[in-house]
């Protein structure tokens, strides 16, 4: 079953447009799940930035 679903990131360009990523910061997704937020994120840092994601749910 989980294998078919398909998740759409609500607000994914203001959560992260709302962080004002500099290309050198660092950064924590505590709730990584299938990467939304963390893949625009990175998209933005440069090689000295970095990103941290983590999360609990094991189902994510």
Do not use: C, W
């Not at 992260?16 to 990584?32: A, S």
């Amino acid at each position: 079953m989980m294998e078919n679903y398909k998740h759409t990131t609500v607000l994914l360009d203001e959560a992260v447009n709302g962080l004002n990523i500099r290309p050198d910061g660092i950064y924590i997704d505590g709730t990584f799940g299938r990467g939304g937020h963390s893949r625009l994120i990175l998209s933005q840092l440069g090689e000295e930035g970095r990103l941290l994601a983590i999360d609990r749910d094991p189902q994510a």
